[in-house]
């Protein structure tokens, strides 16, 4: 089992820049694919960003994509989400995801951490 907190979100302004953090507990994150999935009042969970166990490779989402950056430190069982230049339509909760496989489909995520509301004003 592993357990995910995140942290860091909170109000900007658009324009702004903010960092998610997201802790892991329980076992070592090393082997796994951690990633992010974002939720807006009304809407389906929108898949983020992921970065690979290997090589720590990357993927985004169009709408995030050259604007966020995922990164990760096995050591420190932790992955990061740094989102620059936020738009009010990045406005959601965000939850950091664990996973054996590296995919978009939010099914495919048995570790979800409880979220963390970022609210960007225009």
């Known amino acids: 089992q592993v357990q995910l907190v995140e942290s860091g979100g909170g109000l900007v302004q658009a324009g702004d820049s903010l960092r998610l953090s997201c802790a892991a507990a329980?076992?070592?994150?090393?082997?796994?694919?951690l990633g992010w999935f974002r939720q807006a009042p009304g809407k389906e969970r929108e898949f983020v960003g992921y970065i690979r166990r290997d090589f720590e490779r990357t993927y985004y989402a169009d709408s995030v994509k050259g604007r966020f950056t995922i990164s990760r430190d096995n050591a420190k069982n932790t992955q990061w989400l740094l989102m620059n230049s936020l738009k009010p339509e990045d406005m959601a909760v965000y939850f950091c995801?664990?996973?054996?496989?590296?995919?978009?489909?939010?099914?495919?995520?048995?570790?979800w951490g409880q979220g963390t509301q970022v609210t960007v004003s225009s």
């Open positions: 329980g076992r070592t994150v090393a082997s796994l694919n």
């Open positions: 995801v664990a996973s054996e496989v590296f995919t978009t489909n939010a099914d495919d995520y048995p570790y």
